[in-house]
């Protein structure tokens, strides 16, 4: 059930501008999450990322509070002594109180300052202020629980280090505290206990509850208004971290989440509505290759196919220039994360492709961590005997080309039977019958610790994904983060991207989407779901968005087989455009990566920040946001050309003519300028000043104004 239209709708002209100005000067923003120089997920990506746009806003006023971590703290962060006087005070009284702070910056694009709290220093205290939140919150945790228990610990160091920070102020402060996530939601709730002088701002960026119903095989969002939380979190033995993480989205003075699907599994089972929906951008900088995407797609293709020469040595049956390369990438969530859809839509998929008798090969990536021991033989071997075909053909071809030479320079025209003596005949036959295998290229590169009960590999077993010549779509299990150090695939995770087609992740849990947000920087289509933040957002600001490369699957209103079958048809379709079309299709892609920046998503934490400090410091700020429903969001328009997709153009079958294509109406030019008319002009973060502004006369009255 959708919820009402509110403020936190993500439409980017849905935004309203700030009447009062806002002088940052006397205020002071902690911003505190478990990740902060510890990545563990997500949300490592989104502060590490978040970070320069929030010093260029901030300033030396901006400080990030996280764990100390040995190992992390030798290569991310440089030791510092304190600039600000009243932080210098507040961490030497703690530190001779029996705590261990350490401060620092950040080695990350914009450097900033971090404050890191050492848990394990002071667990000494966990049994007391155990006691001491049962007493005045009554919320108990237990002691098997490691990590509640550091939870517990940095919760408590976080009150103490902002109550601290306070008591040492000379005027009254104007504190900022923005807490992610439950593991660091206990020192937002004991702010608030304590009555500290300190706008608070609690973000969750994806439910505990939700992600253990979802695991379960529920059916989570037709049933959201039914679960008895409570209950399902005892069930789950997580009812103290329910408690924590409820408890602090209570009692913040701003409660925001990630994307819209989130915000009504965030007042379902945390029983609140987000006040701001805050999207999570990218530095499109950092992806960003100019107008050289396209040449970095075919170099990195390249790449991978060297190493499909390999791995399918024996079996190389199939044209690498009419090959697809699919992809999947994320955590080990066999049903969240859509694994098991992918697949079975992959086996419909070749049943289509066969009985259409399609050229076309599809090779589908899954790159997700999983238990093993070590590489597969075979596929090691592989790449061992890719390795020596390509120095026998080096080897003849020198000696051919010496010949030749030879011949050219004596003023005769060589006689091609002579180039070649058995000697070049010998080596070529030898490396041939070296290519002879008897089984079938592996589908798992690595050696599982648990095969039998693996559920990819379960799944590829029944539905009979082998790798035969037969098949039209083959399946490579990559149970490893890709590392450009690694001896079997050497290609870091952005590379990879590059070099595929499309990206796939139908999600049926996924409250925002990395995977394809980083795909769409790249200029890499790929397929995303209603029920992903990311699928939601691009589904309210482009109104073609399969156009533009972002294929949005229904998995909320439509059964799973029906699901399946969607996603069969966008991969068939895909299969069917020309290598032009494709083309197109990416570049159009790219366009989007503005809509991703933070420069434009900013904007959202800036609201949520200004609007905590008005409700916490009614004297001091005032913010005064106008009715939401007045407001529509900007959608990019359907492109002026013949879109990409065969399901809209001319093309009744894959077998069409490369001169048709030459017929489709396009203009990448005309089109790039249609689209930079829909993107709102960044937010300046130099100047956190904002009024309101007139809009430009010559822009339609459905696109945002300019700041």
Same mark, same amino acid.
């Given at each position: 059930?959708?919820?009402?239209?509110?403020?936190?709708?993500?439409?980017?002209?849905?935004?309203?501008?700030?009447?009062?100005?806002?002088?940052?000067?006397?205020?002071?923003?902690?911003?505190?999450?478990?990740?902060?120089?510890?990545?563990?997920?997500?949300?490592?990506?989104?502060?590490?990322?978040?970070?320069?746009?929030?010093?260029?806003?901030?300033?030396?006023?901006?400080?990030?509070?996280?764990?100390?971590?040995?190992?992390?703290?030798?290569?991310?962060?440089?030791?510092?002594?304190?600039?600000?006087?009243?932080?210098?005070?507040?961490?030497?009284?703690?530190?001779?109180?029996?705590?261990?702070?350490?401060?620092?910056?950040?080695?990350?694009?914009?450097?900033?300052?971090?404050?890191?709290?050492?848990?394990?220093?002071?667990?000494?205290?966990?049994?007391?202020?155990?006691?001491?939140?049962?007493?005045?919150?009554?919320?108990?945790?237990?002691?098997?629980?490691?990590?509640?228990?550091?939870?517990?610990?940095?919760?408590?160091?976080?009150?103490?280090?902002?109550?601290?920070?306070?008591?040492?102020?000379?005027?009254?402060?104007?504190?900022?505290?923005?807490?992610?996530?439950?593991?660091?939601?206990?020192?937002?709730?004991?702010?608030?206990?304590?009555?500290?002088?300190?706008?608070?701002?609690?973000?969750?960026?994806?439910?505990?509850?939700?992600?253990?119903?979802?695991?379960?095989?529920?059916?989570?969002?037709?049933?959201?208004?039914?679960?008895?939380?409570?209950?399902?979190?005892?069930?789950?033995?997580?009812?103290?971290?329910?408690? $924590? /993480?409820?408890? =602090?989205?209570?009692?913040?003075?701003?409660?925001?989440?990630? &994307?819209? @699907? *989130?915000? +009504?599994?965030?007042?379902?089972?945390?029983?609140?509505?987000?006040?701001?929906?805050?999207?999570?951008?990218?530095?499109?900088?950092?992806?960003?290759?100019?107008?050289?995407?396209?040449?970095?797609?075919?170099?990195?293709?390249?790449?991978?196919?060297?190493?499909?020469?390999?791995?399918?040595?024996?079996?190389?049956?199939?044209?690498?220039?009419?090959?697809?390369?699919?992809?999947?990438?994320?955590?080990?969530?066999?049903?969240?994360?859509?694994?098991?859809?992918? $697949? /079975?839509?992959? =086996?419909?998929?070749?049943?289509?492709?066969?009985?259409?008798? &399609?050229? @076309? *090969?599809? +090779?589908?990536?899954?790159?997700?961590?999983?238990?093993?021991?070590?590489?597969?033989?075979?596929?090691?071997?592989?790449?061992?005997?890719?390795?020596?075909?390509?120095?026998?053909?080096?080897?003849?071809?020198?000696?051919?080309?010496?010949?030749?030479?030879?011949?050219?320079?004596?003023?005769?025209?060589?006689?091609?039977?002579?180039?070649?003596?058995?000697?070049?005949?010998?080596?070529?036959?030898?490396?041939?019958?070296?290519?002879?295998?008897?089984?079938?290229?592996?589908?798992?590169?690595?050696?599982?610790?648990?095969?039998?009960?693996?559920?990819?590999?379960?799944?590829?077993?029944?539905?009979?994904?082998?790798?035969?010549?037969?098949?039209?779509?083959?399946?490579?299990?990559?149970?490893?983060?890709?590392?450009?150090?690694?001896?079997?695939?050497?290609?870091?995770?952005?590379?990879?991207?590059?070099?595929?087609?499309?990206?796939?992740?139908?999600?049926?849990?996924?409250?925002?989407?990395?995977?394809?947000?980083?795909?769409?920087?790249?200029?890499?289509?790929?397929?995303?779901?209603?029920?992903?933040?990311?699928?939601?957002?691009?589904?309210?600001?482009?109104?073609?968005?399969?156009?533009?490369?972002?294929?949005?699957?229904?998995?909320?209103?439509?059964?799973?087989?029906?699901?399946?079958?969607?996603?069969?048809?966008?991969?068939?379709?895909?299969?069917?455009?020309?290598?032009?079309?494709?083309?197109?299709?990416?570049?159009?892609?790219?366009?989007?990566?503005?809509?991703?920046?933070?420069?434009?998503?900013?904007?959202?934490?800036?609201?949520?920040?200004?609007?905590?400090?008005?409700?916490?410091?009614?004297?001091?700020?005032?913010?005064?946001?106008?009715?939401?429903?007045?407001?529509?969001?900007?959608?990019?328009?359907?492109?002026?050309?013949?879109?990409?997709?065969?399901?809209?153009?001319?093309?009744?079958?894959?077998?069409?003519?490369?001169?048709?294509?030459?017929?489709?109406?396009?203009?990448?030019?005309?089109?790039?300028?249609?689209?930079?008319?829909?993107?709102?002009?960044?937010?300046?973060?130099?100047?956190?000043?904002?009024?309101?502004?007139?809009?430009?006369?010559?822009?339609?009255?459905?696109?945002?104004?300019?700041?």
């Amino acid at each position: 059930m959708p919820l009402a239209r509110s403020f936190s709708v993500t439409s980017l002209s849905g935004l309203d501008e700030w009447d009062e100005e806002f002088d940052l000067d006397d205020a002071v923003l902690f911003e505190i999450a478990w990740e902060v120089a510890n990545k563990v997920g997500g949300i490592y990506t989104v502060i590490q990322t978040k970070a320069r746009l929030t010093c260029e806003e901030w300033g030396e006023n901006y400080f990030l509070v996280g764990p100390y971590m040995e190992s992390n703290v030798r290569t991310q962060v440089e030791l510092i002594e304190p600039t600000n006087p009243v932080l210098r005070r507040t961490i030497d009284k703690m530190n001779s109180s029996g705590c261990k702070v350490y401060f620092g910056r950040w080695l990350i694009e914009g450097s900033p300052y971090v404050i890191l709290l050492d848990v394990g220093f002071t667990a000494w205290s966990l049994d007391r202020w155990k006691s001491e939140l049962w007493e005045n919150c009554s919320i108990g945790v237990p002691w098997f629980d490691r990590e509640a228990n550091d939870a517990v610990l940095f919760g408590f160091l976080t009150a103490w280090l902002l109550g601290e920070y306070a008591a040492q102020c000379e005027d009254p402060p104007h504190i900022l505290a923005h807490f992610h996530e439950w593991l660091a939601g206990l020192g937002l709730v004991l702010c608030r206990q304590r009555q500290l002088p300190v706008a608070t701002i609690f973000t969750t960026h994806a439910t505990l509850l939700g992600r253990y119903l979802c695991a379960g095989n529920v059916d989570f969002y037709n049933n959201l208004a039914e679960f008895n939380v409570d209950k399902e979190a005892g069930d789950r033995q997580i009812y103290h971290r329910y408690c $924590l /993480e409820r408890a =602090a989205a209570r009692c913040a003075h701003v409660f925001t989440t990630v &994307s819209q @699907i *989130t915000a +009504i599994e965030a007042e379902h089972l945390l029983k609140r509505k987000p006040d701001v929906v805050t999207p999570n951008g990218l530095n499109v900088k950092k992806f960003s290759a100019m107008h050289e995407f396209q040449n970095l797609h075919a170099q990195s293709k390249a790449r991978i196919q060297e190493f499909i020469r390999g791995h399918f040595y024996g079996h190389l049956d199939f044209n690498l220039d009419k090959t697809v390369f699919l992809f999947i990438a994320g955590r080990y969530e066999f049903s969240n994360k859509g694994a098991d859809i992918f $697949l /079975e839509a992959l =086996a419909r998929l070749n049943y289509l492709l066969r009985v259409n008798h &399609s050229d @076309i *090969t599809v +090779i589908a990536f899954f790159i997700m961590p999983a238990r093993t021991n070590n590489f597969n033989v075979e596929t090691l071997k592989g790449q061992a005997v890719r390795k020596q075909l390509w120095d026998t053909a080096q080897t003849v071809k020198e000696r051919f080309g010496k010949k030749l030479y030879e011949s050219l320079l004596v003023g005769q025209l060589p006689e091609v039977s002579k180039m070649l003596d058995k000697e070049d005949f010998t080596m070529m036959k030898r490396a041939i019958f070296a290519t002879q295998r008897q089984g079938l290229p592996p589908v798992c590169t690595h050696n599982m610790l648990e095969d039998s009960s693996d559920p990819i590999l379960t799944c590829i077993r029944r539905i009979g994904l082998f790798n035969t010549s037969q098949d039209r779509v083959k399946v490579i299990f990559h149970p490893e983060f890709l590392s450009s150090t690694s001896p079997l695939l050497p290609m870091d995770y952005e590379e990879f991207v590059r070099g595929c087609h499309l990206g796939v992740f139908p999600s049926y849990y996924e409250p925002w989407g990395y995977t394809p947000a980083e795909c769409t920087v790249m200029g890499i289509p790929s397929v995303s779901t209603n029920l992903s933040g990311f699928g939601c957002f691009m589904e309210e600001h482009i109104a073609d968005p399969s156009a533009y490369g972002i294929y949005i699957l229904d998995r909320r209103y439509r059964s799973v087989d029906e699901s399946c079958n969607q996603l069969t048809s966008f991969l068939f379709q895909f299969c069917q455009q020309s290598r032009r079309q494709r083309i197109i299709q990416r570049n159009r892609t790219e366009r989007l990566s503005d809509l991703l920046d933070w420069r434009y998503l900013g904007r959202y934490y800036v609201s949520a920040r200004h609007m905590a400090l008005a409700k916490a410091f009614p004297d001091a700020y005032m913010y005064e946001p106008h009715d939401p429903t007045s407001t529509t969001g900007f959608r990019y328009p359907r492109p002026a050309s013949v879109p990409p997709s065969p399901a809209h153009s001319l093309h009744s079958s894959p077998h069409h003519s490369e001169a048709e294509d030459e017929e489709e109406r396009y203009d990448e030019e005309l089109e790039a300028e249609k689209d930079r008319v829909n993107i709102r002009q960044p937010y300046n973060a130099t100047h956190p000043k904002s009024k309101s502004l007139p809009a430009d006369p010559e822009l339609p009255v459905d696109l945002p104004e300019k700041n």
